[in-house]
């Protein structure tokens, strides 16, 4: 009867082979020394193909400027000299608002589209001489927050657009007449307002245009600054008046004018503001926006008048005529 190895039995003849093998690909591990042998559980050539090994820094990017004018004063040689791959990078001016993701709007993206032609590719093409017309526009969508233009020169042959037609084109474009390899990048974040341009273009003798009319490398960014102002003074004029309609419909309900039943009697006050009403009246003062609610005592009552005058307005309209509410002494019941 043949015996059943045991447990024993193989720990036994583990103690007899003491090679170690590796943890995962079990080859055996005689070449290493019994210090490897201990501090690792794979052999040598696992671990060398797992090894992580440090990476030097990279290099900053060949013809990488960081300041714009120094940009501009390297590629106005173009007419002379080919400007390949060279780079810019560096923050937008602070006209160029900062946004966090959920404010982006579609204005935003608009309004900030305008202003990067105007602030950087403006400089641009009248530093260099010659035109880069829009070939590509892209926007950020809802995980993104980025602007990117593409630019090519409307000289370059080799950027012309094919027919859609399968005849070729009856007129020619006459400008495109140079194979200069242009392509120029400019990408926009607006939530942390870096500029990256990429300019690749080789040099050729531009045809005449009408520059952009510019005293300086830059346009006025403060005007282009104020185009993002106004649109958040809009939205707080907005809501401004929306709080200021508000008011006039919580004064409505609070203040209950009660009419009288019938000529002969009147089952109503003739002007009390009733207890009650008074948390209300409360809440409508601390509800007024400052621009109602004023600092003096006349500008207090001014506001209060236009809330009488609402009122009383629609309480003609609904009874036909105004009852002889005290509007004073809703006035001093009002905080000042």
Same mark, same amino acid.
């Given at each position: ?13 583990? &103690? ?6 590796? *943890? @995962?690909?079990?080859? /055996? %591990? ?7 042998? !201990? ?115 409307? &000289? ?6 094919? *027919? @859609?037609?399968?005849? /070729? %084109? ?7 007449? !140079? ?123 001014? *506001? ?33």
């Amino acid at each position: 009867m043949q015996a059943v190895p045991s447990h024993f039995a193989s720990l036994d003849a583990a &103690q007899k082979d003491p090679v170690r093998k590796c *943890s @995962r690909c079990r080859v /055996k %591990r005689d070449r290493e020394t019994p210090e490897m042998l !201990e501090k690792y559980q794979t052999c040598l050539s696992c671990r060398e193909k797992r090894k992580i090994e440090s990476r030097a820094v990279k290099d900053t990017l060949p013809n990488l400027f960081t300041d714009f004018h120094d940009f501009l004063e390297r590629i106005k040689f173009n007419q002379a000299i080919d400007i390949l791959e060279h780079n810019f990078r560096g923050p937008a001016p602070i006209e160029f608002r900062r946004f966090a993701p959920e404010e982006v709007t579609l204005e935003i993206f608009q309004v900030t589209s305008k202003m990067l032609v105007q602030a950087y590719m403006d400089p641009l093409m009248n530093a260099t001489g010659f035109k880069f017309p829009v070939r590509d526009y892209h926007k950020g969508g809802s995980k993104t927050k980025k602007i990117s233009f593409m630019f090519i020169c409307s &000289q370059d042959s080799s950027r012309q657009r094919k *027919s @859609r037609s399968e005849h /070729k %084109r009856s007129v020619p474009n006459k400008l495109k007449v !140079e194979r200069c390899e242009s392509k120029i990048t400019l990408s926009y974040d607006l939530t942390d307002g870096m500029v990256m341009i990429y300019y690749n273009h080789k040099h050729h003798a531009p045809y005449d245009w009408k520059k952009i009319p510019s005293d300086n490398a830059y346009p006025d960014l403060s005007q282009l600054g104020r185009l993002i102002q106004k649109e958040t003074e809009n939205a707080n004029e907005a809501q401004a008046q929306a709080q200021a309609q508000a008011a006039v419909e919580l004064a409505a309900r609070t203040v209950a004018y009660r009419q009288p039943t019938n000529t002969g009697s009147s089952s109503g006050s003739t002007g009390e503001v009733l207890p009650e009403d008074m948390a209300n009246l409360l809440q409508l003062s601390s509800y007024l926006p400052e621009s109602h609610q004023g600092h003096s005592h006349g500008s207090n009552s001014k *506001s209060e008048s236009n809330v009488d005058d609402e009122l009383k307005k629609q309480d003609s309209q609904a009874s036909g005529f105004i009852d002889n509410i005290d509007h004073e002494l809703i006035r001093e019941s009002i905080p000042k």
